[in-house]
T-cell receptor
Framework: DTGVSQDPRHKITKRGQNVTFRCDPI?????LYWYRQTLGQGPEFLTY????????KSRLLSDRFSAERPKGSFSTLEIQRTEQGDSAMYLC???????????FGPGTRLTVT | SQQGEEDPQALSIQEGENATMNCSYK?????LQWYRQNSGRGLVHLIL?????REKHSGRLRVTLDTSKKSSSLLITASRAADTASYFC???????????FGTGTSLTVIP
């Protein structure tokens, strides 16, 4: 257990539905990342927060994806109008500034049917 | 797209043997990190090497970095069954903020 928690751990949804995932980072970590990982691949960077500011977004992040980190604490990742191609593991990671080691949560596995 | 690629994609060895996996990347970096992922779980940080370092050790792990060749290797000595996992390299592509992972090496250690 790294201290980063994600909820839910598993989510099955029908195509077209909206889903929201939550990440609680280690409390003193001001930087938070979202990644997507498909089977047999490494994590792909989606977005990055420093405190409450969303500083970087990947081109992979379509308009259907939105992420927030109100008050610089927990973060949510919402996917609207889900598609089967969204099926993946969504990983959250956090770190402190000046230290590049990231602490990953256990991930949320999304299955879109 | 992935910044790095690991080689080999899969590796199977006997317990007690050494395991070597390689990572190649595309752009300049500030540092390179190696992570381990057990099946279906989150990643665990193993070791970080900075761009001005050539070799680093941590327990049974030895990492080398060759910035001229844009490559790194991870050596696990005296492997154990518990080392069975996927191993990923990650670089910051010089950004210091975004991190890019390779495709991973799946290591199986046979007891």
């Amino acid at each position: 257990d790294t201290g980063v928690s994600q909820d839910p751990r598993h989510k099955i949804t029908k195509r077209g539905q909206n889903v929201t995932f939550r990440c609680d980072p280690i409390s003193e970590h001001n930087r938070l990342y979202w990644y997507r990982q498909t089977l047999g691949q490494g994590p792909e960077f989606l977005t990055y927060f420093q405190n409450e500011a969303q500083l970087e977004k990947s081109r992979l992040l379509s308009d259907r994806f939105s992420a927030e980190r109100p008050k610089g604490s927990f973060s949510t990742l919402e996917i609207q109008r889900t598609e089967q191609g969204d099926s993946a593991m969504y990983l959250c990671a956090s770190r402190t500034g000046g230290v590049d080691e990231q602490y990953f949560g256990p991930g949320t596995r999304l299955t879109v049917t | 797209s992935q910044q790095g690629e690991e080689d080999p994609q899969a590796l199977s060895i006997q317990e007690g043997e050494n395991a070597t996996m390689n990572c190649s990347y595309k752009t300049s970096i500030n540092n390179l990190q190696w992570y381990r992922q057990n099946s279906g779980r989150g990643l665990v940080h193993l070791i970080l090497i900075r761009s001005n370092e050539r070799e680093k050790h941590s327990g049974r792990l030895r990492v080398t970095l060759d910035t001229s060749k844009k490559s790194s290797s991870l050596l696990i000595t005296a492997s154990r069954a518990a080392d069975t996992a996927s191993y990923f390299c990650a670089t910051d592509a010089g950004t210091g903020n975004q991190f890019y992972f390779g495709t991973g090496t799946s290591l199986t250690v046979i007891p």
